[in-house]
């Protein structure tokens, strides 16, 4: 098990129980075709498929010179973040041939961080590592990054395939899916009526997660109730006072909160700690193990999900460094990932970090993060 773990995601949001779908259009998901796991623990058969990222225009030969490289995550400043860049930084270090800095909008607002990039297109750089607030405003000016020649790699949250040329994807969004419906129906029974707290609607992995997730629960737990999604904007306060109105609204009819987000996560243990509800709501999402572990500890929370995210931004500067190189190139099955080993390509253009983890009460004090 990776050293320091990501608590994963949780998302889930299904396209609003039905009774919300008859009401109003359901934005929290994207549209894409859904492909949900077994209900069991089948796996599934990955079909492969022609590569569908874009190319630089006239890029440089920069075979093993020193890349001048700058990381524009959604937001700088909080935990999630703050361990995808330290885990470029170790990968740069350990490169040797790669100059990375971090420089993230303050908040998640997908202006700021077109005005970064297009800033840092600009000024010059040979690679940009990005993490979108917004799969689809993101995608002109990381297309602009591509026809001046530089290499574009995201993590995290994906934009439009044909805007970079490689995403490297901490685990497949079905895998999260299943993880985390089936940790809340293991807290909140097969028929407990569920809460979402989320980002953004537009949030490209938040949005691909819900809708996988909205497909698993349909299929393996159709008891179960989704009673509402609301934004959060990665804001701890917000957050907290969301899941506050979610559980003065529903009151008992309420079992289970789903964090979307690193930040919601805690908060929503927050709220759920301070109203006295440990033990009738269950929390379920994605956080890091430190953040978590007083409510763990407390029995409030028993499931988080997740991944590595040191281990994501470590995975993205190498995936950069071996685009650069000419390593990783259309067609390819795998990209060298230095102490990650051999990393695989999926869906085209994505490399794939690795399958999700659940963090419980026995194992949450393993890591330190």
């Known amino acids: 098990m990776h050293k320091i773990v990501l608590s994963a995601l949780l998302a889930l949001s299904f396209s609003t129980s039905l009774s919300h779908a008859q009401s109003a259009a359901w934005t929290g998901g994207d549209d894409l075709p859904t492909n949900p796991l077994a209900c069991d623990a089948t796996p599934a058969t990955v079909a ?8 630089p225009t006239n890029a440089p030969d920069r075979k093993g010179k020193t890349l001048k490289v700058v990381d524009v995550p959604k937001l700088v400043g909080i935990g999630y973040f703050n361990a995808t860049s330290k885990g470029i930084a170790d990968a740069a270090k350990e490169i040797g041939t790669m100059d990375a800095k971090t420089d993230g909008p303050s908040k998640a607002n997908i202006d700021d961080q077109i005005t970064l990039i297009d800033n840092y297109i600009t000024s010059g750089v040979d690679g940009i590592l990005f993490a979108a607030n917004d799969p689809v405003a993101i995608a002109p000016v990381l297309k602009k990054a591509l026809a001046a020649g530089i290499n574009v790699v995201g993590y995290d949250a994906n934009s439009t395939p044909d805007a970079r040329q490689w995403f490297v994807n ?5 895998g999260i899916a299943k993880a985390m419906v089936d940790s809340m129906a293991k807290e ?5 009526a569920f809460a979402i707290v989320t980002s953004t609607f537009t949030t490209p992995n938040q949005a691909r997660w819900i809708a996988e997730m909205a497909a698993y629960q349909a299929k393996c737990h159709p008891k179960m109730k989704w009673l509402e999604t609301v934004e959060a904007q990665e804001d701890n306060i917000l957050s907290f006072n969301q899941t506050n109105t979610l559980l003065n609204k529903y009151g008992d009819e309420l079992k289970g909160v789903f964090g979307m987000t690193s ?12 109203a ?19 409510y763990v500890a407390a029995d ?32 390819a099955t795998s990209v060298k990932a230095g102490k990650l ?28 993060f």
């Open 170 to 174: 901490q685990a497949e969004f079905n």
């Open 341 to 368: 080993g051999d990393l695989s390509v999926i869906n085209g253009s994505e490399i794939l970090l690795g399958a999700p983890t659940v963090f419980t009460k026995d194992n949450i004090n393993n890591f330190d």
């Open 188 to 192: 909140t029974g097969e028929d407990g």
């Open 276 to 294: 006295n509800k440990c033990g009738k709501v269950a929390v379920v999402g994605l956080a890091t193990p430190n953040a978590m572990k007083p």
């Open 300 to 331: 409030c929370v028993k499931s988080v999900v997740l991944w590595n995210p040191v281990d994501l931004g470590y995975a993205a500067a190498h995936v950069l460094r071996a685009v650069a190189d000419g390593t990783l190139a259309p067609g």
């Open 48 to 55: 492969a498929k022609p590569y569908d990222g874009g190319s």
């Open 263 to 274: 930040v919601a996560t805690p908060a929503a243990a927050d709220a759920v700690t301070q």
